[in-house]
């Protein structure tokens, strides 16, 4: 079956999945080579290694060096507590505390980001725009990005508190990108796309713009945790 080159990879992505998802491929069952799908679905051996990234991201595959690409998970769950070190009312908090802390954030690094701040969230947001092609979450370079509008703000209190829960933040960030990566409404462009307005609103140091786009953009991460929180809705 041959298919077309519009995003190739979640193309070779949604195809394996539902032959996961349908029982085609068990759990432990060993998936076909990188080189054997690359010819079945005529495309090139990278498209087919990016879908695996996505797969593995999700958690439905495993590969193992020297040994293949096994099945692990027939659906995948996404914001699995069990599988975390938070409960769903610290998820309830963070989301809180990131509104309270970015939006304040946000808007006194539009007036006070450097050339230097501004580089450091340039270089993250290309690092993201990468995980939009490559079939990988991209949490580090949007925790990356989230941190040096912090630096931004100039404020080493408020910086030293994002820096503090970094860690949770990222565990949230890594979960939320596996629903953008294999969601048709929600997807890793439009993530990039959100972030991208964040910055254009701090390079043109349009604190009003810069929050209301931080807004957004937090009022729909908030949405896609909590509709998700131990679900597996591939839609």
């Known amino acids: 079956m041959k298919i077309s080159k519009t995003k190739i990879y979640e193309k070779i992505a949604d195809i394996i999945l539902e032959q996961i998802k349908s029982g085609e491929y068990a759990v432990g069952d060993k998936l076909p080579s990188i080189q054997a799908l ?3 679905y005529g495309v090139s051996v990278a498209s087919v290694r990016e879908a695996f990234n996505a797969l593995r991201t999700i958690g439905v595959i495993e590969i193992k060096q020297g040994y293949g ?44 980001s450097t050339t230097d701040d501004l580089a450091e969230m340039e270089a993250a947001l290309k690092m993201m725009e990468r995980a939009v092609t490559d079939g990988t979450s991209g ?61 254009h609103a701090l390079t043109n140091k349009d604190a009003e713009a810069a929050e209301a786009y931080m807004s957004a953009h937090l009022e729909e991460v908030q949405q896609t945790i909590l509709q998700n929180i131990n679900k597996s809705p591939i839609q």
Do not use: G, W
């Open 38 to 40: 690359s010819k079945e």
């Open 69 to 112: 690409t096994f099945v692990t998970k027939q659906e995948p769950v996404f914001f699995n507590l069990e599988e975390t070190s938070l409960t769903h009312r610290q998820v309830e908090e963070l989301l809180e505390l990131r509104a309270i802390v970015e939006l304040a954030t946000v808007k006194k690094a539009a007036t006070h």
């Open 139 to 199: 949490e580090a370079a949007d925790l990356k990005f989230h941190l040096a509008i912090a630096k931004a703000a100039q404020n080493s209190m408020l910086f030293d508190l994002m820096n503090n829960i970094s860690d949770v933040i990222q565990e949230t960030m890594r979960e939320t990108r596996k629903v953008y990566l294999f969601n048709k409404q929600k997807t890793l462009k439009r993530l990039y796309d959100e972030h991208l307005k964040i910055y």
